[in-house]
């Protein structure tokens, strides 16, 4: 009995840890690829990876609208990082590395969370509002 149990119970718990493995190297590989070149130094300004200070207050905006801002692009950071091939979950991600590397503590988004990305980022589209 004991032992069957454990057989149905083990997968699932290692297919749990290998997903959250999964989206941790996924955000932590799109920063190294894509964000570092200007997070990792300061390039333009752009808020250095790990300055708690410089984060803290674009960490207060909130995930959606903070992350949504950068897909869409603000003042010298590009949209997608510059990537066009970047998916908004891959972005969210890799803000979420950035985050939670400087003093933050986000999590992957969950449907909710896209969904409110997303629908932040139709407004910036739409241009409804000013950056
Ligand atoms: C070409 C340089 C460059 C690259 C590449 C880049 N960024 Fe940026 N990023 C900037 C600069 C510059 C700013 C500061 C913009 C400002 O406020 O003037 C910035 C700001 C941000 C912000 C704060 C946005 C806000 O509302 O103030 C986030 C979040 C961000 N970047 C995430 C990322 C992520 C994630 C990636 C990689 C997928 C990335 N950036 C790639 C230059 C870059």
């Not at 130094?41 to 200070?53: E, Y």
């Not at 891959?90 to 979420?96: H, L, N, R």
């Not at 003093?103 to 409804?128: F, H, S």
């Amino acid at each position: 009995m004991r032992l069957k149990s454990f057989s149905l119970i083990l997968p699932c718990l290692f297919g749990v840890m290998f997903s959250q493995i999964a989206n941790a190297q996924s955000g932590e590989n799109t920063y190294k690829q894509v964000c570092a070149a200007c997070h990792g130094t300061g390039v333009l300004n752009a808020p250095k990876f790990g300055d708690k200070a410089k984060w803290a207050p674009l960490i207060a905006e909130g995930q959606a609208t903070l992350t949504a801002h950068a897909y869409f692009g603000v003042r010298g950071m590009p949209p997608k990082g510059g990537n066009p091939n970047l998916s908004i979950e891959g972005f969210s991600d890799a803000v979420v590395y950035i985050v939670n590397n400087s003093g933050g503590n986000w999590k992957t988004p969950d449907a909710k969370m896209t969904a409110a990305i997303n629908k932040e980022l139709e407004v910036r589209k739409a241009g409804t509002k000013k950056p």
